[in-house]
């Protein structure tokens, strides 16, 4: 395990049990989140995106605003819904947000998740074309934003333009040298890790997976892995590709963490559906005192495939208590599971 992070959904309500009631809460709270992340030595903050929902949802001033505050941590998302975007309008976006950062964006893409509303891309003005899916534009969309991000010349110059240009067609500014090679894909299936392989995308496995075969989702998502690294070297990419997995793990050291996770009531995987025609594996919560838990990590085999760890944090518990779990589990567990600050 090389890289250990934490992963917000960005959740808000306005209940007085919750310390997020409000957009702007969320908002202020995730920056002092990445701070106190990156001076307690983790790795990377990333940040969940969801339309039409009281969670985070424009990812680029958030992602803007990390890369100001801090100096060292990777900032990523896990995931952009690509069926949302405009992909010329998102390299400006993403160039500027890692300019800031100096480098740092580790930006998750995807298909999207099930959504809050019917067909809300519709609503941001995009349509599949005659005979495609929605699912089939959102790649078509990645496809058409990793292009971009190569910054290549497309555009005719204006002959007479208000400002002089350099020769040649014209790119899309701010580009950010580099920036191409951190984009990740979130997949849910062994197909779409395989598709992101040959377009050397990284590889992003969440906390959740299509059910493939019946099996535990750890056991699922280390062939998922592999199947990635498989079809990675067979296109022949000359870099090595990032794995990341997603968990739920709570390290039990005081009383606030047995009150909060010390009977979880989710110590196995659970079957659900995604969509109307899509089931799904959801994994477990981990939640035990470190021995226990540092035990049980090692048997699962997509932790042990893949090179960085995404903790999930219940972020309406507030920055003090997400900072504590991240810390605990750094302290007292990533070592034994071979990570190094």
């Not at 969940?48 to 992602?63: E, K």
């Not at 740092?104 to 998740?113: D, V």
């Not at 349509?127 to 990645?142: N, W």
């Amino acid at each position: 395990m090389k890289k250990i992070g934490f992963l917000s959904f960005g959740h808000w309500t306005p209940n007085s049990q919750s310390q997020t009631r409000s957009a702007s809460d969320i908002l202020l709270q995730s920056i002092d989140l990445a701070v106190a992340a990156e001076e307690l030595g983790a790795d990377g903050a990333y940040f969940r995106v969801h339309h039409f929902a009281r969670q985070l949802a424009s990812p680029f001033p958030l992602l803007a605003a990390v890369g100001a505050k801090t100096h060292r941590i990777e900032i990523g998302t896990g995931v952009i819904d690509m069926r949302y975007e405009n992909p010329f309008y998102m390299v400006e976006d993403a160039g500027a947000a890692d300019l800031i950062s100096g480098g740092r964006l580790q930006l998750g893409i995807s298909r999207g998740s099930p959504e809050q509303v019917i067909d809300g891309w519709r609503h941001f003005g995009f349509q599949p074309v005659k005979g495609e899916t929605d699912a089939e534009m959102g790649r078509r969309h990645a496809e058409t934003f990793l292009e971009l991000l190569r910054g290549r010349g497309f555009a005719e110059p204006n002959p007479y333009p208000m400002f002089p240009n350099p020769p040649g067609l014209l790119r899309l500014e701010p580009h950010s040298e580099g920036l191409r090679e951190r984009i990740w894909w979130g997949a849910a299936s062994d197909a779409t890790a395989v598709w992101a392989a040959q377009r050397g995308m990284n590889l992003q496995s969440s906390t959740l997976k299509k059910d493939e075969t019946g099996e535990p989702l750890h056991i699922q998502q280390a062939a998922q892995i592999r199947a990635f690294r498989d079809a990675w070297r067979a296109v022949g990419h000359e870099r090595e590709p990032r794995v990341s997995v997603s968990r739920s793990i709570f390290a039990i050291v005081n009383d606030a963490d047995r009150a909060y996770f010390g009977r979880s009531g989710q110590d196995r995987d659970s079957i659900g559906n995604i969509d109307s025609e899509t089931r799904a594996v959801f994994g477990r919560t981990y939640a035990a005192e470190p021995q226990i838990l540092i035990e049980q990590l090692k048997q699962d085999q997509a932790i042990a495939e893949a090179d960085t760890l995404l903790l999930t944090i219940p972020n309406q518990l507030g920055v003090a208590y997400c900072a504590h779990a991240i810390e605990a589990i750094l302290k007292h567990v990533a070592p034994a599971l071979g990570w190094r600050p």
